[in-house]
Nanobody
Framework: QVQLVESGGGLVQPGGSTTLSCAASANIFGIRIMGWYRQAPGKQREMVANIISGGGASMYGTSNYADSVKGRFTISRDNAKNTVYLHMRNLKPEDTAVYYC?????????????WGQGTQVTVSS
């Protein structure tokens, strides 16, 4: 079973920046989507950013962002390190949430859907 280990986050001041990392414990083949989600207290989990493999101008796939983070967050991946990143800047208090990474796809006829354990990001002065 592949594990996703997240790091980064913590307490950040409004307007500040931070980067989350999500490293897979092993190579993952057949990835279709790598992404970041977040869940704030009392709210449903929502997609923040993802990369869909295949198509688009980038060899890494097509990136998509929630409207609330467009222009502030950037998702990237390092295939050699089996890691996906979420670079966050100009953070706002409403970005406070537990952030989860997700990797899903299919390989040799089997689908997979891996989740990280979550990492807290708190934006506050």
């Amino acid at each position: 079973q592949v594990q996703l280990v997240e790091s980064g986050g913590g307490l950040v001041q409004p307007g500040g920046s931070t980067t989350l990392s999500c490293a897979a414990s092993a190579n993952i083949f057949g990835i279709r989507i790598m992404g970041w989600y977040r869940q704030a207290p009392g709210k449903q989990r929502e997609m923040v950013a993802n990369i869909i493999s295949g198509g688009g101008a980038s060899m890494y796939g097509t990136s998509n962002y929630a409207d609330s983070v467009k222009g502030r967050f950037t998702i990237s991946r390092d295939n050699a390190k089996n890691t996906v990143y979420l670079h966050m800047r100009n953070l706002k208090p409403e970005d406070t949430a537990v952030y989860y990474c997700n990797v899903n796809g299919d390989w040799v006829g089997k689908t997979f859907d891996y989740w990280g354990q979550g990492t807290q990001v708190t934006v506050s002065s």
